[in-house]
């Protein structure tokens, strides 16, 4: 079966730097990659799809790389920002109403 | 629009009671999902809908757990009897079309069984 590893360690990074995630994946590769974010007492909220077909995905600060090869998806924030703190989920999807498969996630703690 | 509803935020109850969570999804969605969120497994989808059929229960635990979607715009999960390892944050997500878009999610509903 899918199984999708994220850093189960807390990420600490210094404000301002470069804050990336890893998410990497066993099996099939999907047809779909998400990126969300959850804080504390929320539920997760979508930031990123990225399809296998594509290479990499922009959006403001943030920024999805997909390797089929490696089965690795990255996650980039830029310039980050205390508030930019959260756990980060990646989540699944063959796209052939088969179900999303979310990962544990991250939790990125950025330091002021 | 208000967003994904779920109903109660915060539920306790005893070990054998019957406990029901309902979720509204946003209007024009026709996927929903519930998802139960604990720390030792993260997120795990229990069941979705498609336009009000479900599609996928592979995730549902045991048959305790049933989940209704009479209409578009509402749907229960319900848990009978429960137990004290259902203890968990329960999820509701709806969107466009399963996988190819976003999923939104609902604030939760913490449930505690004592």
């Known amino acids: 079966s899918q199984k999708i590893e994220q850093n189960s360690e807390a990420l600490n990074i210094q404000e301002g730097k470069t804050a990336t995630l890893t998410c990497n994946y066993t099996?099939?590769?999907?047809?779909?990659l998400q990126w969300y974010r959850q804080d504390p007492g929320r539920g997760p909220v979508f930031l990123l799809l990225?399809?296998?077909?594509?290479k990499e995905k922009r959006k403001e600060r943030l920024k999805v790389t997909f390797d089929t090869t490696l089965k690795q998806s990255l996650f980039h924030i830029t310039a980050s920002q205390p508030a930019d703190s959260a756990t980060y989920l990646c989540?699944?999807?063959?796209?052939?109403?088969?179900?999303?498969?979310f990962g544990k996630g991250t939790r990125l703690h950025i330091l002021p | 629009d208000a967003g994904v509803i779920q109903s109660p935020r915060h539920e306790v109850t005893e070990m054998g009671q019957e406990v029901t969570l309902r979720c509204k999804p946003i209007?024009?969605?026709?996927?929903l999902f519930w998802y139960r969120q604990t720390m030792m497994r993260g997120l795990e989808l229990l069941i979705y809908?498609?336009?009000?059929?479900?599609?996928?229960d592979s995730g549902m635990p045991e048959d305790r757990f049933s989940a209704k979607m009479p209409n578009a715009s509402f749907s229960t999960l319900k848990i009978q009897p429960s137990e004290p390892r259902d203890s968990a944050v329960y999820f509701c997500?709806?969107?466009?079309?399963?996988?190819?878009?976003?999923?939104?999610f609902g604030p939760g509903t913490r449930l505690t069984v004592t």
């Open positions: 997500a709806s969107s466009f079309v399963q996988g190819v878009y976003e999923q939104y």
């Open positions: 099996n099939y590769s999907p047809a779909y």
């Open positions: 990225i399809r296998e077909n594509e």
């Open positions: 989540a699944l999807d063959r796209g052939r109403d088969d179900k999303i498969i």
């Open positions: 209007s024009g969605h026709n996927s």
């Open positions: 809908f498609n336009n009000n059929v479900p599609i996928d």
